[in-house]
């Protein structure tokens, strides 16, 4: 089968797609003919040799995919062969098939193509694990989400606005503002332009109960201002750095609490139940049109240098995928 691995770190010149022995599915695991996969911020880091695969994963890239399972393995249930499906993985996407436990498998939301259906698993799973399992966010609270207009962003505006939620996003031009507003964001800020701390001040509620952050050290100072008393600050990347001072002081006048998470990682069996809350509580809201899926661009598996080039860049909205 044709997939494609980075036999040396570097540039997106250094994705090669090449032939890979074709995988069979171990027990509890199915294999999937992949339609579809998409370009996340991780691939770029692994490409880099920034973000190693965990431990047994596949060094082929790619944290999602959409396709049909074309083998079972054994104590397989409740899928069978010929079904239409998308999965998140640890790796192994921009290949022809990729092994899934079949735990992390998800049906297609009604009324989705299966080739956009593969720029859904990693979005919808780390804004659902994140700002409702681990932040805990609720009704007529205030939600900020740096990096609104990427793939993640878009995905957490439109979850937190159907949920109820007031939403203020970030983003690094005019346009991109703009679509954040399009998404349902209440509060848009420009932050080549705007201190989002300040920004959020405006609100009636005066900050936000809840962040979902990528910058990482270069925001924490910051994010913890911005959050109101009880608030709750979650860190998912660091683009902006790996250390930074906190002042405790701040952190315990708030009552507030910082978390910091990764979704590649986790064990089977969260892995598990993030998808089964993810399919519970988004797929319906995805299939009733209230969020939709949001693709910048599709790209051939051939030209993959030039997706990667696109999402290093930043110069593209929602996500950005790539068809097999």
Not at 247 to 272: C, F, Q
Request: charge should be negative; include cysteine; aromatic fraction near 4%.
């Amino acid at each position: 089968m044709r997939a494609v691995t980075v036999p040396e770190p570097g540039g997106p010149e250094a994705l090669v797609l090449g032939e890979q022995p074709d995988p069979t599915p171990g027990p509890g695991e199915v294999v999937v003919e992949v339609a579809a996969t998409a370009v996340n911020k991780a691939d770029t880091l692994q490409r880099q040799g920034n973000y190693p695969p965990p431990p047994g994963a596949s060094d082929v890239l790619g944290l999602e995919c959409s396709g049909t399972i074309r083998e079972l393995g054994a104590d397989v249930e409740g899928w069978s062969v010929g079904d239409e499906v998308c999965a998140l993985l640890a790796g192994g996407g921009y290949a022809e098939r990729v092994a899934v436990p079949a735990g992390q498998l998800m049906p297609v939301p009604a009324g989705v193509d299966l080739v956009t259906a593969g720029g859904l698993p990693e979005v919808a799973c780390t804004v659902w694990s994140n700002v409702f399992m681990v932040a805990g966010l609720r009704t007529d609270e205030v939600f900020l989400v740096h990096g609104g207009a990427g793939g993640i962003g878009s995905m957490a505006i439109q979850v937190a606005k159907a949920l109820g939620a007031t939403v203020a996003a970030t983003a690094g031009s005019e346009e991109k503002v703009e679509y954040c507003r399009s998404l349902g964001a209440d509060l848009a800020i420009n932050y080549r332009e705007h201190d989002f701390v300040e920004e959020l001040k405006g609100l009636p509620q005066g900050g936000a109960d809840v962040i979902l952050d990528n910058i990482g050290a270069k925001y924490l100072e910051r994010n913890v201002a911005a959050l109101r008393t009880g608030g709750r600050l979650v860190v998912i990347g660091m683009q902006g750095g790996i250390k930074a001072e906190l002042n405790l002081a701040t952190l315990l006048a708030k009552r507030a609490a910082v978390a910091a998470t990764s979704l590649r990682g986790r064990p089977l069996g969260e892995k598990a139940a993030i998808v089964a809350a993810t399919v519970e509580h988004v797929w319906p809201l995805v299939a009733d049109g209230t969020v939709r899926p949001t693709i910048g661009s599709t790209f051939p598996i051939e030209q993959v240098a030039d997706a990667h080039r696109s999402v290093d860049e930043s110069s593209h909205t929602g996500k950005v995928m790539l068809t097999l």
